[in-house]
């Protein structure tokens, strides 16, 4: 028999509360977290004082300009905002029922897949549902997945370290990364004889942050092979910077090879006729073991899978994809 006595309905917790809780935690202010949710910063305070003394615990310290969360207010926001964002899908799933729509969903992606597997499946999926709304959001894998554990992102193409708590995590492999170096179209590299480790780690190098996976891995490369890792160097992580720079400058710098042909494609890059050895971890298809799929998700998933056998010749399990919600 189900249980309805649950600890929430005990405390009479409201969704009014849990609006605060997030609103605080992102304006850092009690009043202009009610002002965001349009009440009084007495009712405000009541509503969060209620909520503390049903929990037995305080959410927030108050501070001199401002509050900040416990650690019981962490895990109290975090929780908030999944039950939140599930309210949110129930309801943009009953209006696009009723008006015809097909829902919406949020893919997160790193930089390579971005450009390389993205494009095809979103043209596939609008082929085929042209009022699904979808949300693509680039960024590093660690921002990535901190959004899907918050439900802020339905589906990731990305990669897992050991630092990430796997639990609730499916992960489906999809490829290794590949990286190789670029220079501007008519750099004095591509005049001469194929150039060797030795040849380029003198040169000047846009590079990855220090603290990233890729820049350890190229640092590393060098210092492997009995050389110094270069010194002359532009730390960015920004992909337009460093396009433009290698345009202006003989500089080098190191990207994946998907991101690579992108730009050589189109004129503004050439990869360097050397191979690097040094590449970055595989990636793959990240979704919740603990949240169902809203039906646009499935559509979005099962495209991905499609178009991956096309860009990777990579070939996924899609008889799971297609379990009722």
């Known amino acids: 028999m189900t249980n309805y006595m649950h600890w929430f309905l005990r405390a009479r917790l409201k969704t009014r509360q849990l609006l605060l809780l997030v609103a605080i935690a992102e304006e850092g202010n009690i009043h202009r977290a009610a002002e965001a949710l349009n009440m009084t910063q007495p009712a405000a305070s009541k509503l969060l004082k209620d909520l503390e003394e049903a929990l037995e615990v305080s959410l927030f310290e108050r501070l001199p ?107 489906e492999m999809l490829t290794d990364e590949p990286v190789c170096a670029v220079a501007r179209p008519g750099h004095p590299l591509f005049s001469g004889p194929t150039p060797g480790l030795r040849d380029i780690a003198e040169a000047g190098w846009i590079v990855p942050l220090a603290g990233s ?14 050389l110094q890792a270069p010194t002359n160097v532009i730390e960015t992580a920004s992909l337009m910077f460093t396009t433009k720079m290698l345009q202006q400058s003989d500089m080098l710098s190191v990207v994946a090879t998907d991101v690579a042909r992108y730009y050589a494609d189109h004129g503004l890059l050439a990869i360097l006729p050397m191979a690097l050895p040094c590449q970055m971890d595989a990636f793959g298809i990240i979704t919740r073991r603990d949240r169902l799929l809203s039906p646009a998700a499935k559509v979005m998933l099962r495209s991905l899978k499609t178009t991956a056998i096309t860009v990777y010749g990579k070939t996924l399990d899609t008889t799971a994809d297609d379990a009722a919600p």
């Open 213 to 226: 996976v890729l820049r350890h891995r190229f640092d590393l490369m060098f210092q492997e092979d009995g």
């Open 65 to 171: 300009r401002g509050m900040r969360p416990t650690w019981y207010g962490d895990t109290m926001i975090r929780h908030a905002r999944v039950a939140l964002s599930s309210l949110n899908q129930a309801h943009e799933e009953l209006e696009a029922a009723k008006s015809g729509q097909f829902g919406q969903v949020n893919v997160g992606a790193i930089t390579a897949p971005g450009l390389a597997l993205l494009p095809p499946t979103v043209a596939l999926v609008k082929r085929e549902h042209p009022n699904l709304q979808i949300a693509l959001h680039i960024e590093t894998s660690d921002v990535l997945i901190e959004r899907l554990n918050q439900g802020k992102l339905d589906i990731l193409v990305a990669r897992l370290f050991a630092r990430h708590d796997k639990t609730e995590l499916r992960y």
